[in-house]
């Protein structure tokens, strides 16, 4: 993958997709774009209709098990029986749809700054890949309070609210997932001290990172040739999706493209790097992507990582290889590191961690 260029490391600003009927050259990924369309070796775009994530209920006793099997196997998973009640996910799903049909001129109050992480703007990845993605985003950290009054000064309860109030519930389902992932690997839950921690301080060493994205695939006049969001891994240690309309494929070596097809009212269980770390590589930090349609489609993602100065190594108890000794593969870094190497470098950052 080539170095990004700094004009496009500085492009924020989200084509006027309203405007448009049909897709720009900027915005057409064909097969000489096909190295960054396609996992390095794999030269199919095509996808395996005959396989499908599994769906877990968090209310079946065998959950942790199945939890841990779809961990080491996929890296994902739609979870079912979660408690999140219906009507904050759709209300969330409808904030977000209000969000990106205000006009542009609106939408850019609260543009992301050049080198920022929250706010309005192309996905984060963008540098990376020569074509523009067919999506907008918009990327909220704490609370969402100061981004809607920018864009709704008058009326911005309802949009900060539900996004608060949607965070602080994954926050705990996911507090909850980590916990049985743990146990998997036979890893006390003290290692990881800042998590079930009630009494945060605010200070970074004991908040986890967390992050909302919500976002949004305009209708493509020509969806073949448009790329939603390009293929990574997510850069925390779970990640909980919702979306209701289909267009998320994950990658499997084995399998190649699958699509994950929307479950009513399952979210989407992510694994990222960090976990695929902390378990010195035995859990799937999932490659995927999105592909557009001739449709709209709306996502909201909740990234949770640990806080910024932990320090991420193998947890080793399950490490032990069969004559006893332990490999770690890799090194230790703080979670603010490798936030950085992932920033600068993408998919290469864990290969420069490997041992
Ligand atoms: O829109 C989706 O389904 C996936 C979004 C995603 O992968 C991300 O925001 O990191
Ligand atoms: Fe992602």
């Not at 775009?45 to 599994?54: D, Q």
Request: charged fraction near 20%.
């Amino acid at each position: 993958m080539g170095a990004p260029s700094d004009s496009s490391r500085n492009h924020v600003i989200p084509l006027d997709f309203g405007s448009i009927q049909t897709v720009p050259e900027s915005h057409v990924w064909s097969e000489s774009d096909d190295e960054y369309r396609y996992p390095s070796g794999v030269h199919s775009g095509t996808t395996n209709s005959c396989f499908s994530v599994p769906v877990i209920d968090l209310r079946d006793p065998n959950a942790p098990e199945l939890i841990t099997e779809a961990s080491e196997k996929w890296g994902v998973f739609q979870l079912t029986g979660h408690g999140i009640p219906t009507e904050l996910m759709e209300e969330v799903e409808s904030e977000t749809q209000r969000l990106f049909s205000l006009p542009v001129d609106r939408k850019l109050k609260a543009l992301r700054s050049p080198g920022g992480a929250t706010g309005y703007g192309q996905a984060m990845i963008s540098p990376f890949f020569p074509k523009h993605m067919w999506h907008e985003g918009f990327t909220i950290m704490g609370s969402a309070t100061d981004h809607a009054k920018q864009l709704w000064p008058h009326d911005f309860e309802v949009f900060s609210e539900t996004m608060d109030d949607y965070q602080k519930q994954m926050k705990a389902i996911i507090e909850q997932l980590i916990l049985i992932i743990l146990k998997s690997l036979d890893i006390n839950s003290q290692q990881l001290n800042w998590l079930k921690n009630d009494h945060y301080s605010g200070h970074e060493a004991t908040t986890p990172g967390t992050a909302l994205q919500l976002n949004y695939y305009p209708p493509c006049p020509d969806p073949n040739r448009a790329m939603g969001l390009a293929q990574h891994t997510d850069t925390s240690l779970v990640t909980i999706l919702q979306a209701q309309t289909s267009g998320l494929q994950i990658f499997r070596d084995d399998v190649g493209w699958i699509s994950v097809q929307p479950v009513r009212g399952a979210l989407t269980v992510n694994l990222g790097d960090f976990l695929h770390i902390l378990s010195n590589g035995r859990f799937v930090s999932v490659l995927h992507r999105v592909v557009v349609n001739p449709v709209q489609r709306f996502s909201v993602a909740y990234f949770y990582g640990p806080p910024s100065d932990f320090i991420v190594s193998p947890l080793l108890s399950r490490s032990v290889g069969d004559s006893g000794e332990i490999v770690a593969r890799y090194r230790s870094v703080t979670a603010k590191e490798f936030i950085d190497m992932k920033a600068k470098n993408l998919k290469r950052a864990l290969s420069l961690i490997k041992t």
